[in-house]
């Protein structure tokens, strides 16, 4: 069935590093990949998309990087803070709308 | 621009009490979406809407879940009898169209239940 992996769980960095977060996908259907961010209490909260018609995405310190062939698609973060230490989720979805997501990527950004 | 409103934001009940929960989207957005997330995982869709009408409810347990969107706009989640394992968050979304695919969903606060 469908199915969205993310790795790794959790992601410990230091301030200044780059982080990266991947995931894989099952749905050849699948057409559109957002990223969502998590804070406690709170829910997701978008952060950037790509569509399967682009191979990379930038928005300042954040990229995205798509290998349909392979399934693959991942999260780049520069010049970590530690106010980017919240909980990751990648999604996979396609025309009907349907989102699929990973099981998270808590990262921990030390001062 | 009002974002999507949930409530309760807190739920706590004894299992096989029954519990419903209400969701606005923003205003305009024909598609919304029921998801359920357990403590350290992703979201899960349980039921989409299209308007007033139902686009996919394969994960919902029918046996205890349902949900309406009679006019389109607010929705209801009920859980009738809860048990255990329905301890989560319970989020709605909304997007704009939604059958493009490519809509950016946008997620309310959430619900959190608690069965004891």
């Known amino acids: 069935g469908e199915n969205v992996e993310q790795h790794p769980s959790t992601l410990s960095v230091q301030e200044g590093d780059s982080a990266v977060i991947k995931c894989t996908y099952s749905?050849?259907?699948?057409?559109?990949f957002p990223w969502y961010k998590q804070e406690l209490g709170k829910g997701p909260q978008l952060i950037i998309d790509i569509r399967s018609n682009v191979g990379e995405k930038k928005d300042q310190r954040i990229a995205v990087t798509l290998n349909k062939t392979a399934k693959h698609f991942s999260l780049h973060i520069t010049e970590t803070q530690p106010e980017d230490s919240v909980v990751y989720f990648c999604a996979a979805g396609s025309n009907t709308g349907k989102l699929i997501f990973g099981q998270g990527t808590t990262l921990q950004v030390k001062p | 621009e009002a974002g999507v409103a949930q409530s309760p934001r807190y739920k706590i009940i004894e299992k096989r009490q029954s519990v419903a929960f209400w969701c606005n989207p923003i205003s305009g957005h024909a598609t919304l979406y029921w998801y359920q997330q357990i403590l350290g995982q992703g979201p899960k869709l349980l039921i989409q809407f299209q308007n007033n009408g139902v686009v996919d409810d394969s994960q919902l347990p029918k046996d205890r879940f349902s949900a309406e969107r009679l006019k389109g706009v607010d929705s209801t989640l009920k859980i009738q009898p809860a048990k255990l394992e329905d301890s989560a968050v319970y989020l709605c979304?909304?997007?704009?169209?939604?059958?493009?695919?490519?809509?950016?969903?946008?997620f309310g606060p959430g619900t959190r239940l608690t069965v004891l």
């Open positions: 749905d050849s259907a699948s057409n559109y």
């Open positions: 979304a909304s997007s704009l169209q939604g059958t493009s695919g490519t809509d950016t969903q946008y």
